[in-house]
């Protein structure tokens, strides 16, 4: 099992910068990849930006340039930058992993969200 604890949302007025902080802990041996989700009220849950295990990121079209992602392994956590914050960017923010355990692999997992909201 492992647990995701998130944090870092917040009210910022557009144009403002917080940064989300997601820490893992519990029976694992590594990860595949660990990114951060967004859901907006009455829309589908939509990824923002993931990095995997090589270091490779990638990132959703309409944060490209703005967000950043990373990663402190030695504290099994990652991060969001997100900088130049516009209002549509208003979301619950997710944390999700995948990870290889001693006896799985491919096993994913999501934090409990932190809201993140954005007025104009």
């Known amino acids: 099992q492992v647990q995701l604890v998130e944090s870092g949302g917040g009210l910022v007025q557009a144009g403002g910068s917080l940064r989300l902080s997601c820490a893992a802990s519990g029976r694992f041996v590594g990860f595949n990849a660990m990114g951060w989700y967004r859901q907006a009220p009455g829309k589908q849950r939509e990824l923002v930006a993931r990095?995997?295990?090589?270091?490779?990121?990638n990132y959703a079209d309409s944060v490209k340039g703005r967000f950043t992602i990373s990663r402190d392994n030695a504290k099994n956590t990652v991060y969001l930058q997100m900088n130049s914050l516009k209002p549509e960017d208003t979301a619950v923010y997710y944390c999700n992993v995948n990870v290889m355990t001693a006896v799985a692999n491919g096993l994913n997992y999501w934090g409990q969200g932190t809201q993140v909201t954005v007025s104009s």
């Open positions: 990095i995997i295990s090589g270091g490779s990121t």
